[in-house]
């Protein structure tokens, strides 16, 4: 059911499995004449379970405050569970920054669809440790900072880096940024930092995929979102898809190909996280699609 | 989370919409001890709008018979909020028929599912009207009914098989059955009857649909599974999918490459149906996968 | 086998099907010293068949110019063959015009490809009936015209844009051009004008393709590339694919989704008709695929 | 175009990339009156390159015997080129050993594609290290060979089937067989073994791969079927699809749908094994795909 997104609430839930959660969430906000527009859950098998939820509710007939309903929510329901939770308001767009090196197909996607109002998002910034697509940003309006990065500076980089986005960002897409991030870096932005990965990972980690894959002799190339962690490309994995590919494609082409995927592949994790529809679990993800 | 499916119940619920349903019905269920599992909710964007649940729950706990539980549910629920609903337990095995002229593909399919027990029903009988296929289903140990149809005796003949299955049958699978259903007999079994149809419905209805693709050359050929109603071709949609082509394939060789679509897009249907995942919505369905 | 564009050239044939075709080609690129670095070839079923063949050879060891080359051609094989025939050359970038009304999804996409190198054209104008993407169109440096058509200006408007790309175009692509061409319009481009069509074909001809298909509940929406013919719709298809929604999409996430299928679909037809892989066959096409 | 295959011959050729070697091999038929039906080439972009060539060629119109064909081709074309090549007759049936372990998706899908003669070849055995499936392969009308395999006799048992194959098998399939196959079972059969891999290689080598996908959380699960050399699961690749799954799929349900994966890649693979499709090039194969 589409809404005036200025009166979509959004709850994400997570919390050990017992019974009466759903009856104890969806009457709390029954009370409050929250109107449960879309339910989602899902609890793991292993025992005792982990109960993951996402609703959205309408706001516009709330006997109270946002800010009473967010107080009370954590008195009388969320404390009793357990609860990790976020309520989200669908008017409060995020603000994303993109890091990205030279390749421009993921970045412009994701400026493209901003403009459009296709994705739901501001971009305060893209910062890049190159100064190639400056002029590509700046035509969209939206501040472009290089930072280059080499062996000498990197940790004052990344330092400078999270100045220029301190108190700015809710979200960091590294739409193809070829530098690791140092943990410093990583442990400032947990869960909030979304990579696109050249491959279907696990296969073809590190330097190169689209060579690995193609000296590999696949008929399948991929590309992986998945959030950051310490661990390179290990983090919990968001989305994943593959292009079909044969003898004819030269490692060249597989990565132009690819890069259409990577492309796509992005702009879904992008707008998953945009949208809330994703709880981390550990190292993997729930993801509540439409 | 997988249960033990001789608890699990399944819960289906479709009724106007209104603020306050989700509460109700799992503040029900809660109060009876019965744990859900499983829980997925729509509601059309039309004002008033519809709501549809469907939700799974364990029974161990509850502290009444089903009977009861049902009964309660009538009486307390259900009335208060006009539902249409259903209520069936996974141990009780849907009884399906399985209807079908020559082609065996989506027959086998189903017979063998069934049978490695990938499918849960039960399948009392086979019903063709021609007598090819009696030796493949014998040998799964299925009753076989011959039922021959032609211009004269078309209503007599489908009033037999109506006999046949009279209390015997939960589902009637039309696995390549190449008769029309006169009116009487689907009305004996209003969204109970589930089709493949061998074309991307709405393209190609009527005779010989990969022959009409050929003639128009798509690039996509696909099946459509459906429930039966008695505008051809026209019922409540429940799957469909397509297989790529190109100007190399004969209509001989869609058709085959066809057959391998329908069996999977019918098997999908089916299972879901025999899953309680399927709630028909005029002339729509709304399907709750996992 | 990749090779500098400066030296391919690609010849594509069609001709009544008989024994020695390929040897009587192949051979005398041979004599040439043209290498051949790509082969693909068709014949139709039924007899007498067609013949259809693609190749690409390297010109660089060329005995003669292109000119006596393709002279020769015509007179020692294509005439005793009967053969219609065309020579390309991989460095001579078509120049294609691109047609549009108001949604800019396909042509952003187009811009944006022959921009980065992407797609080997050059765009010498966009015309569309709206002012509405002029500065979009303008930012990368290419000719915008506004040419309204309405009702009563229809056959004037057509002839000033035949005017406008009279001598000027060599492919024109209708990237969600919303207007029907007149036959004297399209004769004069045959087999040289690309439509994308917002449904799959031939599913939901005619106006507002997206909200037929919610209305019937399909469970794929897709889009279909054609070249245009004086039946509205009816052209020989190019390249079609879907995307799978479901009952939570609403008529226009449909819309939404449907676009980016749109966009991807007339890339594909577009850049296959760049490569001269593209041999129209009544009303199909021969695709030859990389 | 479709032939009679009574009619059908096929011709694969590997060898170093030169000027002239399709009008060499397409005049050679030509001047014994076969007629080219289909024809795909390929060469790969190192220099020297390689030059792989797949045709078909009709023989009723032949003035000479095949066996004078094939000798004239041997001393007149084959020799000359250096060419790695084999003439195989359609009508000639190849002869398919199956070996599988306890799972027979796989296999059913083998025997009832045969069976019906969606696949053309014949099944003279199928060997399995457990008797559990010895019923379902008879009731095909096919030999069943039970040569159980323990950590003891393993030389001994690849020894007997070796024996039982003997000059009876022109490939072997493993349909889901859980032994590893010592070298010198794989050397007496290079080439012509085609196993399944329950993952998307290379991701996931070992055992328990869809246990190793749950616990990774991929998005995607896939299959690869590829040939069998002596290194595990580094074998030329075939075949490769996937398959979306959720957070909503346990480790066991990865593995069902795993299973239809298996079993169409490992059909595609063999189908085209059995067409003469497959070329292989080191540690790739070169699939001209219909």
Same mark, same amino acid.
């Given at each position: ?34 109107? *449960? ?130 108190? %700015?960002?809710?979200? *960091? ?22 990579? *696109? ?39 919990? *994995? ?45 190292? %993997? ?6």
């Amino acid at each position: 059911m589409e809404q005036p997104s200025g009166t979509v609430a959004r709850l994400l839930i997570t919390c050990p499995d017992q019974p009466g959660i759903i009856s104890a969430v969806s009457t709390f906000l029954y009370h409050h004449n929250a109107n *449960i527009t879309d339910l989602d859950q899902h609890s793991t098998e292993n025992r005792p379970g982990t109960f993951f939820l996402r609703l959205e509710f309408q706001t516009p007939g709330l006997d109270c405050s946002l800010e009473a309903l967010e107080s009370n929510f954590r008195s009388r329901v969320a404390s009793k569970y357990d609860m990790d939770w976020t309520l989200t308001f669908a008017h409060e767009k995020k603000r994303m920054a993109v890091l990205v090196s030279r390749h421009d197909h993921a970045l412009m996607e994701l400026l493209w669809r901003v403009q459009r109002g296709d994705l739901s998002a501001e971009i305060p910034m893209v910062i890049s440790n190159h100064d190639d697509l400056r002029a590509e940003v700046e035509r969209f309006g939206i501040e472009f900072h290089h930072v280059p990065v080499d062996a000498q500076n990197k940790d004052a980089a990344f330092e400078r880096m999270l100045e220029l986005m301190d108190g %700015k960002v809710d979200v *960091i897409v590294l739409a193809r940024y070829m530098q690791i991030l140092p943990p410093a870096f990583v442990s400032r932005h947990p869960g909030r930092i979304i990579n *696109i990965h050249h491959s279907f990972l696990p296969a073809f980690v590190g330097a190169n995929p689209y060579q690995q894959a193609w000296d590999r002799g696949v008929k399948l190339i991929g590309a992986t979102s998945h959030y950051v962690t310490d661990d390179l490309d290990q983090g919990p *994995i968001i989305e994943q898809n593959v292009q079909r590919v044969s003898h004819r494609h030269s490692a060249q082409e597989l990565k132009a190909l690819g890069q259409d995927v990577e492309r796509s592949v992005l702009l879904r994790a992008v707008r998953w996280h945009l949208e809330d529809r994703i709880i981390i679990d550990g190292n %993997k993800t729930v993801v509540f699609v439409k």
